[in-house]
């Protein structure tokens, strides 16, 4: 297995696994969303954790991808 192949499958299972994280952000969100009230909430718990490793996935992702890029070269 090559270096190559190695990247592309971890850019494979990192962008699956970050897809998921967005759509249980997403459903998390409900019709509270959608309406734009005066109000500040937090993230906290469960929310906070996946905002976070929403994040976290997207570093690795980008950097993943940078390598990718050089290595293909």
Same mark, same amino acid.
């Given at each position: 297995?090559?270096?190559?192949?190695?990247?592309?499958?971890?850019? &494979?299972? &990192? @962008? *699956?696994? !970050?897809? #998921?994280? &967005?759509? !249980?952000?997403?459903?998390?969100?409900?019709?509270?969303?959608?309406? @734009?009230?005066?109000? *500040? $909430? /937090? $993230? $906290?718990?469960?929310?906070?954790? !996946?905002?976070?490793? /929403?994040?976290?996935?997207?570093?690795?992702?980008?950097?993943?991808? #940078?390598? @990718? *890029?050089? #290595?293909?070269?």
């Amino acid at each position: 297995m090559d270096l190559t192949d190695f990247l592309a499958l971890a850019m &494979i299972l &990192i @962008s *699956v696994s !970050l897809i #998921a994280i &967005i759509l !249980l952000q997403v459903k998390g969100e409900g019709i509270g969303g959608l309406q @734009s009230g005066s109000f *500040v $909430r /937090t $993230r $906290r718990g469960l929310e906070k954790t !996946l905002f976070q490793m /929403t994040i976290v996935l997207v570093i690795i992702f980008l950097t993943v991808a #940078a390598v @990718s *890029v050089v #290595a293909s070269r």
